[in-house]
């Protein structure tokens, strides 16, 4: 009996712990921003119909957080700077922008990938994103990258 305890105790405590941890976490940007990568245990949101736990998922998701949606009809990261220009009232350039869509179209195969730019710091030029599904699925990372990577993507405004 001591045993089976022990056991049920093991396997319920991280299933108790880990949504508490999760549901603080993505309360607080900041503290996501300090952690290298975090898992992103959230439900799917309705509309957004980008494939959950992935890239498009989450930037369609973070746009939604501060009031700029898109259009749920870019699909795979690849197309989302050529669809944005056709749907018309964006702006697609080199310039990371706070709020901006980052757009990586060598990545993942073939298929791109998008990121969110949560902040740009104007003495220095860097720029941090936040993104999902490049270090695993389901996993969202941080990343800041200097002024000159800039120019290697695209950048949705």
Known sequence: ??????????????LVILPVISVFAS????ALASAAVTM????AIPSDRYDY???????????MQ??????????????WASRAARYGGYTINHTPARFAIMQDPNALG??????????????????????????GWDEVDYRTLSAAAASQYNFIH
């Open 1 to 14: 009996m001591k045993h089976l305890t022990l056991t049920i105790t093991a396997v319920l405590l991280p």
């Open 27 to 30: 309360t607080n940007i900041t």
């Open 40 to 43: 992103f245990t959230q439900p």
């Open 53 to 63: 736990g992935n890239c498009t998922y989450w930037v369609a998701l973070r746009r």
């Open 66 to 79: 501060v009031g700029l949606p898109i259009p749920n009809t870019w699909g795979n990261a690849i197309t």
């Open 110 to 135: 073939g298929l791109g990938h998008v990121a969110f730019v949560e902040s740009v710091n104007s003495l220095t030029g860097q720029w941090t994103i936040s993104e999902m599904n490049r270090v």
